[in-house]
């Protein structure tokens, strides 16, 4: 299998691999770049991973894993461009898709301890006794009179009373809501809320659980009601900050490649769509256009890495009933707990265990096939872990130090800035080994400038 140990393109890797198929998707030096420090005692992980995208096709992911509240590995694997010739690095702003609503529910909960809401509040001011939180005008009526009992709770939980199954998901409406409404194109999240205002409920609020992105839709307005603040500037400040996780590790995510982060991947995804921007227009590739992503911002439309999702998970509740809360100072080892999330083009995973093991995987492809990336990826680290295999040294530490500390005098402080200005404006001899290109696009410019000035708050 000599040629498995060739460095091929993604594509030719495709066609090989389509042909002999298994050696080569076994092979440990399958032919997808690494980055990131390597880690001794997880080199399994490497094998894991490596493996799972070969055998999937998949572009490319990062993964970031603690260990009783240490990060003990992160990596990026595979590719970061269109045309499969720049590696993903460890530290990719990545679409999470639906593991922002962890992110929304934390700051639901924030805003909760702070006094200014209730598991009870009513979220929408419908006319109803005592009112509520949002003041929307249904359109073009209301269209159920159990919309003014739903309460924060019931968003929280997924149980509001839409169901996606039987409706479809209203928040992907955006042409017909915004031609219904006649206004611009897309619609934007506060008129779409109007519209799913003027439908009737599936269901009685609190009565049926069913996965709903309009409820998440509806709390991330119901953050931004109450704080007066854009919702990714109250998590940051309020969630993330306190945990040490730096503005630019988290943000809102744009629809169009053009105006995406530096630091984010291309989003692989066959087909195209109706650019809800332009409905009349050309079609787009679907991630860049086939919905609003600005809108999805409570719901779906964040983008970090996966070290910030680390802080989180070593912070609060990841799913469930007790999503957003503060996590108590230990667990059974055999609690787990994760959130997942899909858009075309991109999958998501949090884990959370008892045992002290933290970990996130971000795709920049979704998948073609059944089990799902999270799912399937999920279920061979936890065998990985479960299997008593890993030798986890007594005194954990992280594998490539602080990124930031350019002089490597182990703090930050001007000299590291020094450092920076003093590269100022060169090229990268070598892209994967350039610890000055903190943003990294394989030269030292503002963006790294931004990024480290960054670390300092």
């Excluded at 260990?67 to 679409?95: C, I, N, S, W």
């Excluded at 999702?309 to 912070?315: E, P, Q």
């Amino acid at each position: 299998m000599v040629f498995c140990k060739v460095y091929l393109t993604y594509a030719a890797f495709v066609i090989f691999t389509v042909i002999v198929r298994s050696p080569c998707a076994a092979a440990a030096n399958c032919p997808l770049p690494r980055t990131g420090c390597e880690v001794e005692y997880l080199a399994a992980v490497d094998d894991l991973v490596t493996e799972y995208l070969c055998d999937r096709f998949i572009p490319g992911a990062t993964i970031s894993i603690m260990k009783d509240g240490v990060v003990v590995y992160e990596r990026g694997f595979g590719f970061a461009d269109e045309h499969l010739t720049v590696a993903l690095q460890p530290d990719a702003m990545m679409r999470v898709a639906s593991v922002s609503k962890p992110m929304t529910a934390a700051a639901i909960r924030v805003l909760i301890d702070d006094g200014s809401l209730t598991l009870v509040t009513r979220a929408f001011d419908v006319g109803q006794p005592n009112g509520g939180v949002l003041p929307l005008d249904p359109f073009p009526s209301l269209g159920d009179p159990r919309l003014g009992d739903i309460t924060i709770n019931t968003l929280l939980g997924h149980t509001g009373g839409w169901n996606r199954g039987i409706a479809g998901d209203l928040t992907y409406r955006e042409v017909i809501i915004a031609n219904a409404m006649g206004i611009e194109y897309p619609p934007g999240r506060e008129d779409v809320m109007r519209y799913i205002l003027g439908q009737p409920l599936e269901h009685t609020p609190g009565s049926e659980y069913s996965y709903s992105n309009i409820g998440y839709l509806a709390l991330g307005l119901i953050v931004e009601e109450i704080s007066g603040m854009p919702l990714i500037d109250f998590i940051h400040q309020r969630v993330l900050n306190p945990l040490g996780v730096s503005q630019s590790e988290f943000e809102a995510g744009r629809t169009f490649l053009i105006h995406q982060n530096p630091r984010e991947p291309f989003y692989h995804s066959t087909g195209t769509a109706t650019n809800v921007f332009d409905p009349q227009g050309p079609s787009v590739l679907v991630p860049y256009g086939g919905w609003d992503h600005e809108a999805r911002v409570g719901q779906g439309g964040q983008i970090t890495t996966t070290r910030t999702l680390l802080a989180y998970l070593d912070a609060r509740y990841i799913s469930g009933s007790l999503i957003g809360l503060e996590l108590p100072p230990s667990q059974s080892t055999a609690w787990r707990r994760n959130h997942t999330g899909s858009l075309p083009g991109t999958e998501s995973l949090a884990r959370q265990r008892g045992d002290g093991i933290r970990y996130a995987v971000i795709f920049n492809q979704r998948a073609t096939s059944s089990p799902n990336n999270a799912y399937g990826i999920r279920l061979q680290i936890d065998e990985l872990f479960d299997s008593g295999t890993i030798d986890w040294p007594a005194d954990l530490s992280e594998p490539c130090g602080n990124p930031f500390d350019l002089n490597g005098d182990g703090v930050l402080n001007f000299f590291d800035i020094s450092v920076l200005l003093n590269a100022m404006g060169e090229q990268c001899a070598d892209c994967d080994n350039c610890p000055a290109d903190l943003s990294p696009n394989c030269q030292i410019d503002f963006y790294d400038l931004s990024a480290l000035l960054q670390a300092f708050f």
